[in-house]
Structures are given as C-alpha cells and as structure tokens.
C-alpha cells in the first residue's frame, strides 16, 4: 500500500492504477462502517483509494474540529488490511492553499435536517469530495447510509455537476446493541452509551409500526420526540422526509422516506436513520 500527502504525489500513484477505480473519503479514526465500505471498493473494483483527511470547512466555529479523533498510524494499517492500494493524507494546506476561493453549494438538499442546525456543513462537504474527486478520479465513490443527507448531496453534486463516477450506498454498520458506528462513539461515557442506544431502539420501532401499516408523519415523530427526550440531553431533529428529495409529506407517507435523528448525549452529537419503504427487509 502506497501514501501520498500532496496532489501530484497522489496524482502519479494514481496513474499506475489501471481499470476501474474504488474512493473511500474518511476523515480517519477508522472503524468498522469504514472497513466495509473499503472491503466492498476492493471487491467491485481493480484498486481502491482511501483518503484520510479532517476538512476544516465542514465543522462549525463551536464544533469538535480540535478534538476530532486523530488516529493515522492506526488508520493507514486498518487500510492496508482492507485491501486498499493507495491512502492520500493531505493537511489542511494541501487541500486549501493561501487563496482558495471556491465552494460547492447543493442547495436544496442541504437545507433542512442536519443543514438547519450545521450552516456551512454540507458545503465544507460537497466542496472537499469534489476536490477529491478531481484529485482521485474514481470510477465509484462509496459512503455509508448512517450520513442518508450527506449522500443525496454527493450524488446530486456528482449528477449535477456531470462527474463521471457512480456513487455507491452502503448500509449503516452497527453495534450488537444496534447503536449505529461512528467515529464519534469513542467519546461516550458507558453511561452516556447506554443511553445513545435510544436511537437506534426507537428507530426500530418506527420502522415496525411502518412495517405494520402505520403513514401517520404525526404519530411515528411523536413516538420518536418522546423516547429521544426522556434519554438525549438534545433532541435536535427528530423527522420524516422523502427518501428521494428530503421534502415533507404533507398527508400520510406515500412514497418510501427517511426517518432521520440528530441530537446530543452529553457532548457528543449523534445521528442515524432509517429507511421506510413498504417492501420488508430493507433497513439501512
Ligand atoms: O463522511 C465523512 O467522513 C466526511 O463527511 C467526508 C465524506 C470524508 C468528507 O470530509
């Protein structure tokens, strides 16, 4: 496995990695949702890339930019055992030089959710995956469906903006205890965990009152609201939207949608969603 830490490090690997290319963006402190998605890149694809990199651009002044888990030598063995070929590992920069000046905005799509409580998120994000892509040019990107916001903005940015590269899904790894992975977890206290599995425990149990004919928006986000307040220190969003457009229903659920959870346990922000679509057996 190869690192490269400046564009034109990376550009030259890149050029002897012929057929089709597999990208894994990370902002590191790797775990177990990362590794599938690399596993799946090295399965579907002649070589992978990983990138490890914590953009500045998508935190927010009062956000956990300086505390970020930074865990490289760790990351770049659980890369290589992966499988992957080739990890880039800028500095901030590498990526934004004295004199960057240019951002990519996905409007709609950025606005309501996880938007309405980051402002400037999901352009930090949308900007730095299309530097990485023009940087890597893969032929798929892969990302995990726990960020179900993150990834219609990428994809409507890839459609949008004509890059030739296909992004690819995957479902959300978790826990035994059904809490959803993130590199965030590692802040928890045992008892702070204990109380996150909330979460993923009324998640759950939206999607089987779904799953038993439940549509009312009203009554799933009411069940939702109240478990989440008795456990989370913050409820910051606790909502239904359209799966395809995040847009509201305005009557009962039609079409399949996102049941989707921001908030706080102690200091820790957490999200996670799931899927509600009438055919069983799909869960993110
Ligand atoms: O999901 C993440 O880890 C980040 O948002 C990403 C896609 C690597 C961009 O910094």
Sequence with gaps: MKTASTVAALRKARARLKGTLGFVPTMGALHEGHLTLMRRSVRENGHTVASIFVNPRQFGPSEDLAKYPRTL????????????????????????PDGFDTFVEVERLSRPLCGEFRPGHFRGVATVVCKLFNIVQPSRAYFGQKDAQQVLVLARMVEDLNMPLKVVTCPTVREKDGLA?????????????????????????????????????????????????????????????????LTEFPGPIDAPALAAVAGYVGTTRLIDNVTLTPSRGRNA
């Design 73 to 96: 030598k760790e990351d770049l063995k659980l890369c290589r055992e992966a499988g992957v070929d080739l990890v880039f590992t800028p500095d901030a920069d590498v990526m934004y």
């Design 181 to 245: 992975m993130s590199s965030r977890n590692r802040y928890l206290s045992p008892s702070e965990r204990e109380r996150a599995l909330v979460i993923s425990r009324i998640l759950a149990e939206v999607k089987r009152q779904f799953d038993k004919g439940e549509r009312d928006v009203g009554h799933l986000v009411s069940i939702m609201e109240s478990a989440l307040g008795a456990e989370m220190d913050e409820v910051q969003y606790a909502e239904i939207r359209r799966l395809a457009d």
